[in-house]
């Protein structure tokens, strides 16, 4: 199904937010990426009609933007601030405890394909250092002052919450 | 006109007009300042950084606002702590540029080591070697040795397919946007673009095809080192080896000037051979820009396998035979010419026609010359001169697949201020540019034309513009709808003829199809019944190859002389066969759309076994005891003017002539404005206007076929099978099948998807093609491809009779 | 101390539109477009003499004043990118103090003729972006915002665009790009945004705590703004401090209050009785400060302001003060630094995306012991090739941290390249 039938109501709304057309290209492809957590390139070119402009102007902004992404990874992007703030409080430890837990390595997704540990840069979080954001689709949350029991805690409820939709 | 800025460039005072940047004001005074990413033709964006230089300001008291003055008097000059780029300042008063400096030098070295540092060196493999703006510059200002560890270098994919046509090496790509850039701002098609960032960036393509742009050739010659490749260059010769020939393309109206690179080759016996097709400079006509035909399919029928030749013997037993078959039809002698002789061919065989009393025609569908000629553009038109308050019409054309240089000329004009009108039956890629798209029904093309000046927007737009310049094409029409359409059309500019930039432009299918209207040579409109029982005379013109129904014809009648570069059907049936030469192998004049006469030079020597048309003209008219000029071109122009007064003034001296064009193109440093070639043998000469009042006829409506017929319209697509286009080995995955396009509407009433193949019935003929989709298309119309083996001249009722695929000859 | 940006800290609820209006909000707006020209409150601005809190230090009213008055429309935009490392004063503005923020949005709409506003967020800020957008709604309920504000004919509109990651879009020229829709890449400058900027048209560009001062600012006045800080750099700063301290946040102070008052008084001190080993009060971007023995005292009572860090070799930027300390080597800190500005290099000029990627390949040698003396001297060398020659300021930042380090502490590299 096509994002617009898809999504119409969100679709017009982004529409309707900017006299400018081709301004609406970043929300509508956190849109794309709402479902399968990537965008593909079927999305790529239905922005691009939408728009007016040419498949190949909105996969340059995928490719432009860290957020956004081509391919397909885990359920959910673990995406721990590796920065220097971060890294001053002890990231570099949790993330290599973290990745020892999950049995990953960085840039991995868990055998059960619900995490990807990802290292990125600061998320504007350093005084509640160790921290990371879950990326799932369109959604990012942030997770603060996180010690390794509690972050497996919380995979732990992922997991339970995706069986439970199941 | 701009005010005029004076500044002081490397010690030399410099005047130039205001806005001006300083790189461009360097170059005018002969400094050369490196540049990568900056390029004439389109806007500064200052990315590479390479073109570094100091520059110095008058420093003003800002309690008094005058000028702080050196214990000298002069003016005290402030320079800016950072060193700036040339290519992103503009002039002002009193500035002082320095380029020479050690802090410039240095700056300018240090960003080129950087450039180098992930650049693979495989020069002496690379397409560009020879030619390549960084390797020149390495060469003179970098270090031969690197700083930086060549393991850790970043490792790239080399030979990256981006289409059919470009291939890139991602290692050497220095990221200076240039090719994506020309893609998006000056051809219109952003179909390259950058993806991921930093030291990842990469020039991608995510269109359908891939590099989904008839002009993707262009992003080679400016792309400032190796990455961009061709595939019909690549690996073919290294660029010291190559001359570099003149010539006009000749493969649309446009007339782009290009050059043909040459060298000689075992495999051609030691001969010349043309290894590719680049731009020449005229900026009236191309600019420094070409189209992918042109490029790519515009030469290789110099080299078919399937080229004519006769040995000495034979051409003088068929010129003999020739002659005495015309001596014997007298006034039964049919000539029919093709549209892509020139002007001097045309010449001769008008005049041996006329010495016999035969009859002369051109093979062509398309009316209105008579108007065009009269109405046409005349001297001191520039269609890169309209701008703000003028007005371009295009009606019944696309451009981007007839004529692609005028799509890009106009679309510029269009940005540039010029109002911009396109009236179609469907969409065109032009439509996105235009400030007025009239959208109209097949067969509604003339009363749209007449109601374009009404009282609105539009109407005013016509009337009262500057300059009004009228394109109209042949999309979905035959001769009769050509004809009426270009008298509606000369209709709106009749009140302007002969002023320059006012004129009445015909999109032809052929490279000389102007200069055989201005010769006064008409289009046979019932050929079939012309040919019946004469003596036949074709030249470049192959009836029986594009039409069962004239290739049954042609067998009817009394005899057939065929000449031309090729074999073809019609050559086969032939009586008699003469074998002529390919414009790239002699000299000539063609007469653009613009009505422009341009002329060719001998690129590479003519095959053995062959002539010059204009020269077996003549061979056969003294055959026939009459008297031609037939050993030089330039002599054959002399008698055009001394007869046609429109020619009256054009020789080939004055054709040879060039002035000054800007950008400056062609030095040794191909970082400016790339690898198409300054132009020093001409840049032609309008035809002159002369008043020759034309009554406009009455125009009447194209019929218009039932809501229950399926009827099929013809078009052009850039890539066909026509005959100079098909020896083209690369366009072989374009040109193979014939694509119909309809409204997916139609398509499902025939039960039909994307990409089936279909035998379709046009007059009684069956034909195989494959279906497209084309929403912008009226339901029950079928597109078809002129030139792709189906015949059709006209609008037709069609017949789709199957979706399977049937077998046919040829491809 | 009252907290006039933070204020969270003294009204809790301050997020709570009614408590924000009990409390004075939305008085300042209302004063302004009831009763004050444009022109006055950008003089009032100006005179306060508040420099841009987004890291340039840019006298707020004076860059108002840059906008033509011959091209229409305006456009006020915000930064509220806030990606830079060490970073974070403006999340927390805007998740407890919206009202204050959104109103000093409004005003400066209001003072250059802005008829709409847009509030461009680091794509990380979603919760942030859906908060604003509520509390947009909540102002534009309350009068505070759409048309016909206070009764006059002037109408706002503010919208809020969220950025997909991208540490460039905080310069100023990217994100404008980002919000067209483009590839968040800088502009050539000139022409400058005030005069084409956000859809080609003249744009004021401030971030997210310049703009909440203001309605202080209108409400009491110049003179009252300027008893606050120093004579050069007036006013309160929301100082971000992470690192090795104790406690680590946020910290509005007066400018010019020293080092020793942020990292002792309200920083707790080093944990584990560790020593100060390195400043950077401008996050990842700025030039490392040395503090040893020798130096402490002069570095710890220099007073926090636009003018004295500089003196001591750095620059306050956006006050983002990131405390390293003696547990950590400098090769280690330089390697992160660098590793964040190769992965933000936008790509777009050639020093900066060639001489990052160099850069981050020599440090990883000597960080990782297989370095020599001569990679030292290249990196320094990189560097310098970088610094200066770029098109936007993330060049020049990507080798601050290194140079200074490279001169000011030697012996951390010497250990290293000697190993
Ligand atoms: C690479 C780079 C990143 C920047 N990031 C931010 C940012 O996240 N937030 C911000 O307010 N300013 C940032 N700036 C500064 C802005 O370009 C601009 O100067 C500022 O938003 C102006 O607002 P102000 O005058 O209120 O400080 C950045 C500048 C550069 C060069
Ligand atoms: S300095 Fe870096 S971020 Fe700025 S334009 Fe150049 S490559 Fe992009
Ligand atoms: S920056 Fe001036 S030519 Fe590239």
């Not at chain 2, 379709?760 to 929403?775: E, W």
């Not at chain 3, 444009?38 to 009213?61: C, H, I, M, N, Y």
């Not at chain 3, 080092?259 to 944990?271: K, M, N, Q, V, W």
Request: aromatic residues 8%; contains cysteine; charged residues 25%.
């Amino acid at each position: 199904m096509s994002l617009k039938e898809k999504y119409s109501e969100e679709v017009n709304a982004i529409f309707a937010k900017y006299e400018n057309k081709r301004s609406a290209v970043m929300p509508l492809l956190y849109l794309a990426q709402r479902e399968g957590g990537y965008v593909t390139k079927e999305s790529m070119a239905e922005i691009a009609e939408m728009l007016e402009i040419e498949t190949t102007e909105v996969a340059s902004i995928v490719g432009f933007y860290s957020l956004y992404h081509d391919e397909k990874a885990g359920k959910y992007r673990m995406q721990v601030c590796a920065d220097l703030p971060c890294a001053l409080r002890g990231a570099d430890k949790f993330l290599e405890s973290l990745c020892q837990n999950l049995g990953v390595k960085v840039g991995e997704t868990t055998s059960d394909g619900l995490v990807t540990v990802e290292s990125v840069m600061c998320l504007a979080g350093c005084d509640k250092a160790p921290m990371f954001q879950l990326q799932e689709g369109d959604r990012v949350t942030y997770h603060e002052n996180m010690t390794v029991d509690r972050t497996m805690e919380l995979v732990e409820a992922l997991k339970a919450a995706g069986k439970e939709v199941k | 006109m701009a005010k005029t800025i004076t500044l002081t460039i490397d010690n030399t005072k410099v005047s130039v007009p205001e806005g001006t940047l300083v790189v461009d004001a360097a170059k005018k005074v002969g400094v050369d300042i490196p540049v990568f990413c900056y390029h004439p033709k389109m806007e500064p964006v200052g990315m590479c950084r390479q073109c570094l230089v100091e520059i110095g300001r008058p420093m003003f008291d800002r309690a008094t606002g005058q000028p702080v003055l050196e214990a000298d008097g002069s003016p005290k000059i402030q320079f800016m702590p950072k060193l700036e780029t040339a290519c992103t300042n503009t002039v002002s008063d009193g500035m002082v540029v320095l380029t020479e400096t050690e802090r410039a030098k240095a700056g300018q070295k240090e960003i080129l080591e950087l450039l180098l540092t992930n650049h693979p060196l495989d020069c002496p493999i690379c397409d560009k070697g020879g030619e390549c703006p960084l390797q020149n510059l390495t060469l003179e200002h970098g270090s031969d040795q690197s700083r930086f560890n060549f393991a850790d270098k970043q490792h790239q994919e080399k030979n990256v397919a981006l289409g059919d046509m470009i291939f890139i090496d991602r290692e050497r790509c220095i990221q200076c946007a240039r090719c994506i850039r020309f893609q998006d701002k000056i051809a219109g098609d952003a179909v390259l673009g950058f993806y991921q960032r930093g030291r990842n960036t990469d020039v991608v393509t995510f269109s359908e095809p891939g590099f989904d742009s008839v002009f993707s050739g262009n992003t080679t010659d400016i792309c400032p080192v190796g990455a961009l490749t061709t595939v019909d260059f690549r690996f073919g010769a290294r660029p010291w080896e190559l001359k570099n020939a003149p010539s006009i393309c000749s493969q649309c109206p446009v007339g782009c000037n290009v050059t043909y690179n040459v060298r000689r080759e075992a495999k051609s016996g030691g001969g010349y051979v043309i290894k590719r097709a680049l731009p020449r400079q005229n900026e009236q006509v191309n600019e420094i820009w070409m189209c992918d035909k042109g490029r790519f399919a515009g030469y290789h029928y110099t080299e078919s396998p399937s080229r004519l030749h006769l040995d000495d013997a034979e051409f003088a037993a068929n010129i003999k035979k020739a002659g005495e078959l015309i001596i014997s039809a007298k006034s039964d002698l049919v000539v029919l010419v093709g549209e892509r002789l020139t002007n001097e061919d045309l010449f001769n065989l008008k005049s041996l026609t006329a010495g016999v009393k035969g009859q002369i025609y051109s093979y062509s569908n398309m009316g209105g010359g008579e108007l065009t000629a009269s109405y046409g553009l005349t001297s001191g038109s520039d269609l890169g001169a309209l701008g703000k308050g003028d007005t371009i019409l295009v009606v019944s054309s696309d451009l981007y697949n007839e004529a692609p240089i005028w799509h890009l000329r106009l679309k510029a004009a269009a940005q540039r201020g010029a109002t911009l009108i396109v009236a179609n039956a469907r969409d065109t890629k032009l439509d996105k540019f235009a400030s007025f798209v009239v959208r109209f029904a097949y067969g509604d093309e003339v009363q749209t034309v007449n109601g374009l000046t009404g009282k609105d927007k539009i109407g005013s737009a016509i009337t009262e513009a500057k300059n009004l310049v009228v394109f109209y094409g042949s999309d979905g029409l035959g001769f009769d709808g050509t004809n009426e359409v270009a008298n509606a059309c000369a209709a709106l500019i009749k009140n302007r003829v002969g002023k320059p930039n006012n004129g009445l432009v015909g999109v032809w299918q052929s490279a000389n199809s102007q200069g055989v209207w201005e010769l006064g040579i008409k289009p046979a409109t019932n050929l079939a019944d012309l040919v019946k029982g004469k003596v036949v005379y074709l030249v470049a013109a192959d009836p029986a190859g594009d039409s069962p129904a004239l290739s049954e014809a042609l067998a009817s009648a009394k005899a057939v002389i065929a000449q031309d570069v090729l074999e073809t059907a019609t050559t086969a049936m032939a009586t008699v066969v003469l074998a002529a030469q390919t414009h790239t192998e002699r000299e000539g004049t063609f007469t653009s759309g613009e009505r422009r006469v341009q002329r060719l030079y001998q690129a590479v020597p003519a095959h053995k076994g062959t002539k010059a048309d204009f020269a077996i003209a003549a061979e056969i008219a003294h055959a026939c005891g009459i008297e031609l000029e037939g050993k030089s071109p330039m002599l054959v122009m002399k008698k055009i003017a001394a007869v046609e007064k429109t020619f009256a003034k054009i020789s080939y001296g004055d054709l040879a002539k060039v002035t000054e064009q800007w950008p400056e193109v062609g030095k040794g440093d191909l970082y400016f404005g790339g690898s198409s070639y300054k132009n020093t043998q001409g840049l032609g000469t309008h035809l002159a206007y002369v008043s020759n009042f034309i009554k406009l006829s009455e125009v009447k409506t194209t019929p218009r076929f039932g809501e229950d017929v399926v009827f099929a319209v013809p078009v052009t697509k850039l890539f066909d099978q026509g005959t100079t286009v098909k020896p083209a080995q690369n366009l072989q995955d374009r040109i193979s099948q014939a694509r119909i396009a309809m409204n997916p509407a139609t398509a499902e009433k025939f039960g039909l998807v994307v990409g089936d193949s279909v035998e379709i019935k046009l007059d009684g003929i069956a034909y195989a093609a494959i279906v497209k989709m084309d929403r912008s298309v009226a339901t029950g119309v079928v597109l078809v491809p002129r030139s792709f083996g189906i015949s059709i001249t006209k609008p037709s009722a069609v017949e789709i009779l199957s979706k399977q695929p049937i077998h046919v000859g040829g491809n | 101390m009252e907290h006039f940006l933070l204020r969270h800290l003294d009204i809790a609820d301050i997020n709570d539109i009614n408590i924000y209006k009990q409390n004075g909000g939305f008085e300042s707006l209302k004063k302004a477009v009831t009763i004050m020209q444009p022109q006055q409150v950008t003089d009032e601005v100006k005179a306060s003499g508040l420099r841009g809190r987004g890291g340039a230090g840019f006298p707020t009213g004076v860059k108002w004043s840059f906008l033509p008055n011959n091209i229409w429309p305006h456009y006020v935009v915000c930064n509220a990118d806030e990606s830079e490392p060490g970073t974070f004063k403006d999340r927390e503005i805007m998740e407890r103090n919206p009202f204050q923020f959104l109103e000093g949005v409004a005003l400066a709409c209001y003072a250059v003729g802005a008829n709409e506003g847009y509030i461009y967020l680091r794509g990380e800020f979603l919760h942030v972006q859906e908060y604003l957008d509520k509390c947009i709604g909540e102002m534009e309920a309350a009068g505070a915002l759409g048309e016909k504000l206070f009764g006059t004919s002037y109408n706002l509109k503010l919208k809020t665009h969220l950025g997909a990651g991208a540490y460039i879009c905080g310069e100023e020229t990217a994100l404008l790009e980002s919000i067209e829709g483009k590839r968040g890449q800088p502009r050539v400058r000139p022409p400058f945004p005030a005069v084409v900027g956000l859809y080609g048209k003249p744009t004021v560009i401030n971030n997210v705590e310049t703009l909440t001062n203001l309605p202080f600012i209108v409400e009491k006045g110049a003179a009252w703004y300027r008893t606050l800080g120093t004579e050069k750099s007036p006013g309160v700063k929301v100082i971000s401090l992470s690192g090795n301290v104790n406690k680590p946040g946020n910290y509005e102070l007066q400018l010019g209050t020293t080092f020793r008052e942020l990292i002792y008084t309200h920083g707790g001190g080093i944990p584990d009785g560790r020593k100060v080993k390195g400043i950077m009060p401008a996050g990842a971007s700025s030039s490392i400060i040395r503090v040893d023995d020798s130096t402490f005292d002069t570095v710890m009572d220099t007073p926090m302001d636009y003018e004295n860090v500089q003196n001591i070799g750095s620059l306050l930027g956006s006050a983002s003060v990131i405390i390293i300390d003696d547990s950590h080597d400098m090769d280690w800190v330089i390697n992160k630094t660098v590793h964040f500005f190769k992965h933000e290099s936008c790509g777009k000029c050639t020093p900066c995306r060639d001489g990052n990627y160099w850069m981050l390949n020599i440090v990883e040698r000597i960080h990782e012991g297989h370095g020599s003396q001569k990679d030292l001297t290249l990196l320094k060398s990189v560097a310098n090739q970088v610094n200066g020659k770029c098109l936007c300021a993330l060049g020049d930042f990507s080798t601050m941290a290194v140079s200074s380090a490279l001169e000011r502490f030697p012996e951390d590299f010497d250990k290293k390249v000697k190993a």
